[in-house]
């Protein structure tokens, strides 16, 4: 029986430590990501206050206010890519737009002044614009599939006139109920209201 008990633990040690080595590897992953988004942004020298990612870490949005400049990294965590960044003025800043499922939740623009006001996850207006693509999932009134959710930010600019950012890669098709969805629906909704503040300025 001691020898039994003695097997059992061996082998629960082992399964403890190689669950903890894979989470360890899943958590330096996306970290490493990070900094290299981070010194992508560094190569700027702009303190970069305000930062927003996108879920996959793909993606890193900064703005500084006092050099008033807004600079995107870029980096695909599948491919081992080295980041790269491009930094933007506010004065070429035109605009953004939140896209859902090819539909434009909400709009800013600094040539119309046109706005609209953000539909919530979860609301009956987003239930409403989107009522083609409900589910028959009769266990929550809010089960509809999001395939898309990009931010789009216009420039004026020849080289580039509009950048896509994609706020679900990886977790498409995802549901509005979904905890994911809800927190790269914020993100990308912060970012949209950061511009808001520039074109409205």
């Known amino acids: 029986m001691l020898i039994f008990l003695m097997y059992m633990f061996a082998v629960l040690g082992i399964s403890l430590l190689l669950a903890a080595a894979v989470l360890k590897f899943r958590l330096s992953h996306p970290s490493s990501n990070l900094g290299k988004l981070a010194r992508a942004l560094s190569s700027f020298n702009l303190p970069f206050p305000r930062r927003f990612v996108t879920p996959d870490k793909s993606h890193m949005i900064a703005l500084d206010e006092a ?3 807004l600079a995107i990294g870029s980096c ?3 491919r081992g890519e080295q980041a ?5 003025t506010f004065d070429t800043i035109l ?5 859902e499922n090819a539909l434009t939740l909400t709009k800013v623009s600094k040539t119309s002044r046109i706005t609209s006001s ?3 996850p979860g609301t009956a207006a987003a239930r409403a614009a989107h009522s083609s693509q409900q589910t028959d999932d009769s266990s929550s009134g809010n089960a509809e599939e ?3 959710l990009t931010l789009k930010i216009y420039f ?3 080289d580039t006139p509009v950048l896509s950012i994609p706020f679900l890669p990886g977790m498409a098709p995802a549901r509005k109920s979904d905890v994911q969805y809800s ?3 914020s993100e990308a909704q912060h970012v949209h209201e950061a511009i808001r503040e520039i074109v409205s300025a």
């Not at 790269?84 to 933007?88: E, G, L, P, R, V």
């Not at 605009?95 to 896209?99: F, N, P």
């Open 183 to 185: 927190l790269a629906f």
């Open 146 to 148: 999001v395939s898309e």
């Open 95 to 99: 605009g953004s737009e939140i896209v």
């Open 84 to 88: 790269t960044a491009q930094a933007y």
């Open 156 to 158: 004026a600019s020849a």
């Open 76 to 78: 695909n965590p599948r």
């Open 67 to 69: 050099g008033r400049t």
């Open 118 to 120: 953000p539909v919530r």
